[in-house]
Structure formats: C-alpha cells, structure tokens
T-cell receptor
Framework: AQSVAQPEDQVNVAEGNPLTVKCTYSVSGNPYLFWYVQYPNRGLQFLLKYITGDNLVKGSYGFEAEFNKSQTSFHLKKPSALVSDSALYFCAVRDPQGQTGANNLFFGTGTRLTVIP | DTGVSQDPRHKITKRGQNVTFRCDPISEHNRLYWYRQTLGQGPEFLTYFQNEAQLEKSRLLSDRFSAERPKGSFSTLEIQRTEQGDSAMYLC???????????FGNGTRLTVT
C-alpha cells in the first residue's frame, strides 16, 4: 500500500532564506509524486510533479523538488522564501502499479510553512 | 479552463438530515475524484470515477455515502442521515489522465450540528 509522510507539522523560515519542506513516500513500484499548496478555506493548488526523467523538477512560483529514489524522498525547496509563500503544503503519491489505489492520490498530513518578515 | 466548481460552498445541517453536494469538473476531464479533509489533516480519498463509471471507492466510506456521475460530466455526493463526524471539507477534483495532476475545486464545508 502507498503512503506519504511529512515529518514536520510546521516549518518557519525568514523571508529571503531558502526553504525546504520534507516528504518521504512508500510505494510498491515507481511513484508519481506531487506537491500541492492550500490557502485558508480554499482547495489545493498544484505546484509540481515528478513522473519520470530528471530528478529535479521545477514548478510554479519558483518552487522545485528533488526526487531521490534511494532515500524515497521528494523534498520541496525554494531558494528564497517570500511572506506570500506562507500556507499549508501537501505531498502526494500515486502508485500506478499498485493493485489498489492506482488511480488516486494519497496525501500526507501537511506542513504549515510560515515565512517571517 | 474555468476550473472545478463545487456547490454549495458551505452547508449547515442538523444531525440525521440528508445532504447533497455537486461538482462540475473541468470540461473534457474524464476522471473525477471526491476527497474529504478534516482540520489538520490531508485530503482523504473517498471515490473515483472514470467517465460515468465509479471505479474505486474507499473502504472507509460508510454506506451512508453515495456518489454518482450520471452522464460522465458533473457529479453528486450524497450523505444520508448525517452525523457530527461527517463535518469536514468535501473536495472534488478532476484530471484528464493518470499522470496528470488533480485539479481541485474550493470545496464544500459541511457542518453537522
């Protein structure tokens, strides 16, 4: 069965500093990995995905993430944080080879990012 | 691309009542998903449609929950005999393919009193 772990409930970073939001996953096959951001009382907005190819993927708003198969991680990064980046971030995984749940996304519990001015 | 639309945005109901939510996906997206999100948690999968066929349903989904997508376009999620534990944000998403990201609506927030 697939699963996602976001080990940090909260990440605080000063404006202008680099940020990292951690994600590890568990699947039986090769994963499809996604990051989403959620603002208060809103749905989730897609940031970026890894399906295949380059391990470093770039997405919206200057975010990027690195797929690391040996560490089963997909950490979200940004070189310089903005106050407007403050939000709830979710990592999600799909196991397309899985016997069950191959068609849907499984989400982590989320990490609240606060960028301090 | 007008986005995924959900109606209503908010619903307050008394315990025991039935409620129905509607989702209009992005046109031509053949995949439609329902998720539930409670405070402090990530979205939890409820069910998945490909066109009009309901292909997956969470084992956690009570028999009081039912979803339809009659013509492969909009979808409805009905909760019968609501309980306080049903209070949550119900999110709908659509996607054009397996490797594509899900596009989420803004959700329907249900409060059961």
């Amino acid at each position: 069965a697939q699963s996602v772990a976001q080990p940090e409930d909260q990440v605080n970073v000063a404006e202008g500093n680099p940020l990292t939001v951690k994600c590890t996953y568990s699947v039986s096959g090769n994963p499809y990995l996604f990051w989403y951001v959620q603002y208060p009382n809103r749905g989730l907005q897609f940031l970026l995905k890894y399906i295949t190819g380059d391990n470093l993927v770039k997405g919206s708003y200057g975010f990027e993430a690195e797929f690391n198969k040996s560490q089963t991680s997909f950490h979200l990064k940004k070189p310089s944080a903005l106050v407007s980046d403050s939000a709830l971030y979710f990592c999600a995984v799909r196991d397309p080879q899985g016997q069950t749940g191959a068609n849907n996304l499984f989400f982590g519990t989320g990490t609240r990012l606060t960028v301090i001015p | 691309d007008t986005g995924v639309s959900q109606d209503p945005r908010h619903k307050i109901t008394k315990r025991g009542q039935n409620v129905t939510f509607r989702c209009d996906p992005i046109s031509e997206h053949n995949r439609l998903y329902w998720y539930r999100q409670t405070l402090g948690q990530g979205p939890e999968f409820l069910t998945y449609f490909q066109n009009e066929a309901q292909l997956e349903k969470s084992r956690l989904l009570s028999d009081r929950f039912s979803a339809e997508r009659p013509k492969g376009s909009f979808s409805t999620l009905e909760i019968q005999r609501t309980e306080q534990g049903d209070s949550a944000m119900y999110l709908c998403a659509s996607s054009p393919g397996r490797s594509s990201p899900l596009h989420f609506g803004n959700g329907t927030r249900l409060t059961v009193t």
